[in-house]
């Protein structure tokens, strides 16, 4: 497992991927074209407008050869050579063979507030995080 509870994410990540100072959820998945994660996408698209009354942005990760393309409502980045999979810890699964299916809600701080990890329950990671989502104190100023 990658980071803990009251863990920093990457400050880098957060800039790059634009939600640095935002209440956020970033989950890592594997790939767009997997059945699993395209539960996964579908399950957190369909919620996008609850996240986003939440005042939480939502953030889907996943490595280079995983991009595909596909069309959601949530920002979809690459993590390149898995560079932030990897500088925060999230373990292989499946023996190494698939990407590790974590995921973080993050404080307008930074500051890792719930983690959630399951490899194959893609669509609870969505029901979770917005549950704990929707608890969160919202940051004084917000752009969604």
């Known amino acids: 497992m990658g980071l803990e509870v009251g863990d920093s994410f990457p400050t880098t990540a957060l800039k790059t991927w634009g939600v640095s100072g935002k209440n956020a959820v970033i989950y ?42 596909v069309e959601v409502s949530q920002k979809l980045v690459v993590d390149e050579e ?25 404080n307008s701080k930074g500051v890792v507030e719930f983690v959630f990890n399951s490899q194959f329950a893609p669509e609870d990671h969505v029901e979770k995080s917005l549950e704990y989502a929707s608890t969160m104190k919202k940051p004084a100023f917000s752009f969604f």
Do not use: H, M, W
């Not at 994660?37 to 990760?61: E, H, I, L, R, T």
């Not at 932030?84 to 590790?100: H, T």
């Open 28 to 69: 890592f998945y594997g790939a767009d074209d997997a059945p699993s994660c395209k539960k996964q996408n579908s399950a957190f698209d369909s919620k996008f407008d609850d996240f986003k009354s939440a005042g939480v942005a939502v953030v889907g990760v996943r490595n280079g050869p995983g991009a595909k393309g």
């Open 82 to 106: 898995d560079a932030v999979r990897n500088e925060i810890g999230i373990e292989k699964d499946f023996f190494g063979f698939l990407g590790g299916r974590e995921t973080y809600v993050v």
